[in-house]
């Protein structure tokens, strides 16, 4: 059985991932630039991650997810490329550079990882505000107890039980967990922290082919940092008093499914604005084309695959703006047009299994979720008001300095072509959430479409820090550190852990398993929801089991497909907290409908000492921390 992770060991596995999705992407990479090229060995784990996953995606449709299918995902291509590699020493060549940028990534996105883990300070379980959206580890839980198509960790489903969700990130955790033997909550955080070097590496890279070429400078290196520990300011009382358009150290840790697709997105268009790729004709040269667009076109697919809010609809609509941008300037326009037509169509067929997927969200009379309506950011329900407070005043709340860099940066240096891609990808991301957004629980459209204006002004943050002089320079690099001191106050707390468990690391960890021993692998298990945000948080994650009614965002968006349905869930949900809160619940069969094997009854819940009607309830097991109930019926 298996420990509570702890810091070190997750760094550990981390580098171990890394410098083998290294070694797979490395060849891969050589295809776009030159095999001394700097962008080579920053890109060439990003390039190798997607491959990986994408192999591996394919063998477990066709022969099922399994050690062997994860051995030969990983081992084959690690030994072809090796293998390509044989008689090309670049990749171990002159690495200081590249060491030096994946630890300062690993620094800059530790505060991320580490609101992730489990402390144990004096005997005593803290976890962070974080940590609830992790609850989404069952999904690669689910993938490692019974393959593709995913069975919905969080609820009974009425027909297939099937889960349709964006669910590649967590596909590739599944990988990460098999390869290394590790839990499925060990290879989320090993994901999470692989997302942010990612993040670090491609910011670093566009403020490189901005900056005009400049590599590895310290100054550039530190701001980076800055910018992605960069929390927003207070929110003004006349605001709402919710999150809003977040910055990199609040999306990070909460959804880095979402954070990894931007960090693919923004990889893409990279590739092809500093290469040379869309300028050969694929008719003309289709051999040496094919496996280039073969990877832009994986790339995209995983990019969609983790997100539909970005690799779906933030990556067509800024790709729109770049496209259009680019082909206006193409001398060989019908070249440009021909070779994005044969990467969409490879895209097509590569994303198929993600496009079925989805089409399982979508409601009977075919609604995508989305609408068309003025993001309120004030109280004032004034829609001229939300207009210009989007525009003028919440860019400087919610990203403050980056806003104010990106807007002098391009205002600097708009002649220059490259400039006006970037400016006009961030300037998509930015403004279309002004105008659309999701309809079902919350806003997840908006809040994840502005991640690749994250990265492209996150990255102009350092530019013009380093080439600004003057009084400017000062005044910008004063505000940085401002609104870095006033994340000690506010938002870094919630990343610090602030929710306690009086039970030791040793007693989690006997709790864990004799759940997992006392259940079978594919039971379903409820657990008290009713608690403290945080509280229900903590033996879930650990749990290599099926989860019901556990979570209230994931019962809202889910219910259409469930048993239940969205109109019946505040009646479901009281009726089943009341089964711990007093031991009765309205309508007992409603926990067979909803396919709970197990409820658990822990240490802190009220019915803990009391018990429950023999005549109803089956106890299946007991000891000083857990109570397991299986109803008689």
Not at 41 to 48: D, S
Not at 144 to 156: A, E, S
Not at 219 to 240: D, E, G, H, S
Not at 527 to 544: E, Q, V
């Amino acid at each position: 059985m298996q420990t509570i992770p702890n810091v070190f060991f997750i760094f550990a596995a981390t580098v171990l991932v890394y410098s083998v999705l290294s070694v797979i992407g490395f060849p891969i990479i050589n295809l776009f630039y030159s095999e001394n090229s700097f962008s080579n060995k920053l890109l060439a784990p990003i390039v190798g991650y997607c491959f990986v996953s994408f192999v591996g995606l394919l063998l477990s449709l066709v022969f099922g997810f399994s050690g062997l299918t994860v051995f030969i995902s990983v081992v084959f291509p690690l030994a072809f490329m090796l293998y390509l590699s044989r008689h090309k020493g670049c990749l171990i060549k002159n690495c200081r550079e590249i060491i030096c940028i994946f630890f300062i990534g690993a620094i800059a996105s530790f505060l991320s990882v580490y609101g992730l883990l489990i402390h144990n300070v004096d005997g005593i379980q803290t976890v962070a505000i974080p940590l609830f959206d992790h609850a989404k580890v069952a999904i690669t839980s689910s993938i490692l107890r019974t393959g593709l198509p995913i069975l919905n960790p969080f609820g009974f489903t009425a027909l297939s039980n099937e889960l349709h969700y964006y669910f590649a990130w967590y596909f590739s955790s599944a990988l990460i967990a098999k390869s290394l033997s590790i839990s499925a909550y060990s290879a989320i955080l090993v994901n999470t922290w692989l997302t942010g070097i990612f993040l670090f590496s491609i910011m670093f890279l566009i403020s490189s082919s901005l900056g005009k070429g400049e590599k590895c400078n310290i100054k550039r290196l530190l701001f980076l940092v800055a910018v992605i520990n960069l929390p927003a300011f207070n929110y003004p009382v006349f605001f709402q008093d919710h999150h809003s358009l977040e910055t990199i150290i609040y999306q990070l840790p909460w959804v880095p499914q979402h954070v990894f697709s931007g960090v693919l997105v923004l990889t893409m268009f990279y590739m092809v604005l500093t290469s040379k790729v869309m300028s050969v004709s694929f008719i003309k040269n289709w051999k040496a084309c094919a496996p280039i667009y073969f990877s832009l076109a994986i790339i995209i697919t995983w990019a969609f695959g983790s997100s539909a809010y970005v690799g779906g609809c933030a990556l067509f609509a800024c790709g729109l703006a770049y496209f259009m941008i680019r082909l206006l300037s193409a001398e060989q326009k019908l070249v440009f047009v021909v070779n994005w037509l044969v990467i969409c169509i490879f895209t097509l067929l590569f994303a198929s299994y993600f496009i079925y997927s989805y089409l399982g969200v979508l409601k009977p009379e075919g609604s995508s979720g989305l609408g068309i309506r003025v993001w309120q950011t004030l109280r004032e329900p004034s829609i001229f008001l939300n207009v210009v407070s989007y525009l003028l005043i919440a860019p400087l709340v919610y990203f403050g300095v980056q806003f104010i860099a990106f807007v002098a940066f391009f205002i600097q240096n708009k002649n220059y072509s490259i400039h006006k891609e970037w400016f006009a990808i961030a300037m998509v991301s930015w403004l279309v959430p002004l105008v659309m957004q999701s309809t079902i629980a919350t806003n997840d459209f908006g809040w994840r479409f502005v991640i690749p204006f994250l990265g492209i002004s996150g990255a102009v943050v350092s530019v013009i820090l380093i080439n600004s002089k003057g009084l400017f320079s000062t005044i910008l690099l004063i505000f940085l550190g401002f609104q870095l001191a006033q994340g000690s106050n506010y938002w870094y707390p919630h990343l610090l852990g602030d929710k306690s468990f009086p039970v030791s690391s040793d007693q989690l960890v006997k709790v864990r398993d004799a759940i997992e021993l006392q259940t079978e692998k594919d039971a379903r298990l409820l657990f008290n929801s009713d608690k403290t945000n945080g509280r229900n948080l903590l033996l879930p994650i650990l749990i290599n089991r099926n989860l019901s009614h556990y979570n209230w965002s994931y019962e809202v968006s889910l219910a259409e497909s469930t048993v239940v349905g969205r109109e019946k869930l505040p009646e479901l949900w009281k009726q089943l907290n009341g089964l711990f809160a007093t031991g009765k619940v309205g309508d007992i069969s409603m926990m067979n409908q909803l396919g709970i094997d197990y409820f658990v009854v822990l240490w802190d819940d009220p019915m803990f000492e009391k018990g429950y009607d023999e005549e109803q309830f089956i106890q299946v097991y007991r000891d000083n921390l857990l109570r397991l109930y299986q109803l008689k019926n």
